[in-house]
């Protein structure tokens, strides 16, 4: 099993920048993917952004592109926000993939999940 810990969530103001952190423990290394997802309050889970822990490859949700940043080092990573919008209010989680990802902004491909960071934009 794997145990993820994000952190470095809060309230912003719209414009702000935040870093999410997260922390893994247990079988990282049979992680190939950590990535972050994003829960507001009546929609459905929205992928921000995944990384290869083995390419390092990154790859980002579509509204999201431009404005986010994932990078690792070992059994971390991090998720840079900028230009943050009220819109942009929720639970973020982390979660990792053992295997292939297919559709990876369901969050579907990924096995083990955290409890989540709450990321408030006041407007």
């Known amino acids: 099993q794997v145990q993820l810990v994000e952190s470095g969530g809060g309230a912003v103001q719209a414009g702000g920048s935040l870093r999410l952190s997260c922390t893994a423990s247990?079988?990282?290394?049979?992680?190939?993917?950590m990535g972050w997802f994003r829960q507001a309050p009546g929609k459905d889970r929205e992928g921000v952004a995944v990384i290869s822990t083995i390419t390092n490859n990154r790859y980002y949700g579509s509204s999201w592109y431009g404005r986010v940043t994932i990078s690792q080092d070992n059994a971390n990573n991090t998720l840079q926000i900028n230009t943050l919008k009220p819109e942009d209010t929720g639970m973020y989680y982390c979660a990792t993939a053992r295997g292939l990802l297919a559709d990876w902004e369901t969050g579907k491909a990924f096995d083990y999940w955290g409890q989540g960071t709450q990321v408030t934009v006041s407007s």
């Open positions: 247990g079988a990282i290394a049979s992680v190939n993917f």
